[in-house]
């Protein structure tokens, strides 16, 4: 029998996002690559995923991780000399995650994504008390904030108005590649859901810090999963970030 229907041609890699907006892929500074060596193979891996840039953002949170400028720079140039003398064929900077709480300080030295955008995240049990006067004095300064992984809050599973509220502020909403996967669990999955049927989300990144994310990533994206689930969604990721 002659079928007259094609079958649906699958996309297994992840050229169709390409810029990475969210990792932690920087050696030795935090909750991601240990070294050198991990982060060159976690690059690479990315890279034949179909990642072809790559803005790295360790976490700035001072009870854990007390980067800086200094030890920020200090890594990427680690990684770029290293990439210099190897054959890869990527591009890649840095920014930084920054963990609003207590001791977050407003300045006007930022370390941001191009643009002035800002990175953002809060703890995932409970909201920071004055995000939303964080949020308006970020941008009072000039900064353009994005909320990191926003399906992640728990706070916010049962408040869905909270999501509504934080694009009425001007706030951008990044999801993590991994949430539509149920790597973080079913509530996580079923936040990015909701926030992918309101076409609430600009953003897309990996968010990864080692080879089990990268392990579980490489599964989603070379199945199709993640090309069939977000292939035709509106990331800005290129427009921004090119």
């Avoid at 649906?8 to 969210?22: M, R, T």
């Avoid at 909320?147 to 001007?170: C, I, Q, T, V």
């Avoid at 292939?231 to 970030?241: D, M, T």
Wanted: glycine residues 4%.
């Amino acid at each position: 029998m002659i079928s007259f229907f094609k079958k649906k041609a699958q996309v297994s890699d992840i050229e169709w996002l390409g810029i990475d907006v969210h990792s932690h892929l920087l050696p030795g500074i935090d909750d991601g690559s240990p070294d050198l060596d991990k982060s060159l193979s976690l690059i690479r891996q990315l890279n034949e995923l179909g990642f072809y840039k790559f803005l790295c953002t360790p976490h700035i949170f001072t009870e854990l991780y007390p980067n800086n400028s200094d030890t920020i720079t200090s890594a990427l140039t680690d990684v770029k000399n290293a990439m210099n003398s190897s054959d890869f064929n990527v591009e890649i900077g840095a920014a930084a995650e920054y963990m609003v709480d207590e001791t977050f300080k407003i300045s006007d030295d930022l370390l941001c994504l191009p643009g002035k955008h800002i990175l953002i995240e809060m703890s995932y049990l409970s909201e920071t008390p004055n995000i939303e006067d964080v949020i308006f004095k970020l941008q009072l300064s000039g900064y353009k904030v994005i909320l990191a992984h926003p399906e992640r809050y728990n706070f916010n599973h049962k408040s869905l108005e909270r999501y509504h509220r934080y694009k009425d502020l001007g706030v951008m909403l990044q999801l993590n590649l991994l949430s539509v996967y149920g790597y973080y669990g079913k509530d996580v999955k079923a936040a990015a859901d909701y926030l992918l049927e309101q076409q609430m989300y600009d953003l897309a990144a990996t968010d990864l810090h080692h080879d089990k994310h990268l392990k579980t990533l490489t599964s989603a994206v070379t199945s199709g999963y993640l090309y069939n689930k977000l292939g035709n969604y509106n990331f800005k990721n290129k427009e921004l970030f090119s």
